[in-house]
């Protein structure tokens, strides 16, 4: 008779009880926009300042971008 192998974390690994369906049927219960007015990642105090500081470096940034691909497209700004 083989003996049968002890794995102890691998075990418990491959063995784990599936909740996928579980949690699936909550986030299916009110459709697909359920943080619609009120996103996880704004629910904290200082999120929107965070927001706010992201945003205008992004702002900041593409406009930067775009005065550079004006001036390399005209020639304009160049150094003498």
Known sequence: VARQQRRGIVNWMTNYPDKVME???IQ????????EYAPTWLKQEGDT??????AALLAWGTVSCSV???RLATG???KE
């Open 28 to 35: 299916m219960k009110g459709g697909t926009c359920q943080g």
């Open 49 to 54: 300042f965070t927001l706010a500081i992201g």
């Open 68 to 70: 550079g691909y004006y």
């Open 23 to 25: 949690i699936k049927k």
């Open 76 to 78: 304009k700004g160049k």
